[in-house]
Structures are given as structure tokens and as C-alpha cells.
């Protein structure tokens, strides 16, 4: 496959992600309804699967794995801090304020790990 191709898909599929975790927590933080239907429950997961198939398929093709690439290394941590803390904000039981902390600090982490993205250091915008 085309390492541009990927790379497009891969980019498209950060935007849709980041704009629906945005979408859906500020819905959830309003109380809006409409966060709670199958469709935002579920086009999440596929866009985020096609997220993951692309990135793991832009790694293969530039045989890049986190032993070799310290950069992709942060990126996978970040991601981890930045699911735990989008579960915490999408969490309906949770206090609104903790939710509200804990979406901002899923975004910060989003805009962490593009800033290592595109920098390919592993500090990304503090490096």
C-alpha cells in the first residue's frame, strides 16, 4: 500500500477522532442527549480502529517499532495517558468537575502527542 494513502487515511482519522472526543465530551459536560445514542457510542470505535490499522500499517511500512524510535515510544504512552483520562470524562457517575478536568487534560495530551508526531522528538512541544 501507498505510504501516502496511509498516512491520509491516518491523518483523516485524528481529525475525526479528536473532533468526535470533543463533540461528545462537551455534549456529555451540557448533558446533551444525543451522547448517549448507539451512534455516538459506536462510530467511535470504528473510526478509532482505522486509526490504529493505519498507524500500525505506517509503522510496518517504515519499520519503525517504540525500541527504535523513542518518539513512537512517547506516542504510545500518551495515548494510554489520554484513553484513561477520556474514559474518566466520558464517565456519566463521575462529578462534573472531575469530568471536565479530565476532558481538558485528554485534549492537552492529544495536542502533546501530534506535537511529538510532528517533531518526531520524544518531548514533543517541552523538548
Known amino acids: 500500500?501507498?505510504?501516502?494513502?496511509?498516512?491520509?487515511?491516518?491523518?483523516?482519522a485524528v481529525a475525526l477522532s479528536i473532533t468526535g472526543f470533543f463533540a461528545r465530551g462537551l455534549g456529555a459536560l451540557m448533558g446533551a442527549r444525543?451522547?448517549?445514542?448507539?451512534a455516538?457510542?459506536?462510530?467511535?470505535?470504528?473510526?478509532d480502529t482505522v486509526l490504529l490499522l493505519s498507524a500500525l500499517?505506517?509503522?510496518?511500512?517504515?519499520?519503525l517499532h517504540p525500541g527504535n524510535a523513542p518518539w513512537l515510544l512517547a506516542k504510545v504512552i500518551g495515548l494510554l495517558v489520554y484513553i484513561g483520562l477520556g474514559m474518566v470524562a466520558l464517565k456519566p457517575q463521575r462529578p462534573v468537575p472531575v469530568r471536565a478536568a479530565a476532558w481538558l487534560g485528554a485534549l492537552a495530551t492529544f495536542g502533546w502527542i501530534v506535537s511529538v508526531a510532528l517533531s518526531k522528538r520524544p518531548l514533543g512541544f517541552f523538548g
Do not use: C, E, G, N
Request: a positive charge; glycine letters at 0%; charged letters at 15%.
Open 1 to 12: 500500500m501507498d505510504y501516502f494513502v496511509v498516512k491520509t487515511i491516518h491523518q483523516s
Open 34 to 38: 444525543w451522547v448517549t445514542s448507539r
Open 40 to 47: 455516538a457510542k459506536t462510530l467511535p470505535h470504528l473510526v
Open 57 to 63: 500499517t505506517l509503522a510496518w511500512l517504515l519499520r
